[in-house]
């Protein structure tokens, strides 16, 4: 927020736009590392469990 004085110019503007675009792509691509780390710890916790089931699934379905 600017406490400037004067007449608001559409070049004003265009800069205040440029930097909500700037913030909302840098939440948008920190959600996606934050999504991306997820699968990848989950995955390496969960290793054991996961292909436990997959075992039991294709046991059941030879059944």
Known sequence: MSLRC????ESDNVAVYEEER???FLIFLAVIAVVG???LWGRKNFKGEIERAKRI???NKSK
Request: proline share 8%.
């Open 22 to 24: 700037t913030m909302e």
């Open 6 to 9: 004067g007449p608001v110019t």
């Open 57 to 59: 699934r294709r046991a």
């Open 37 to 39: 780390g997820g699968v």
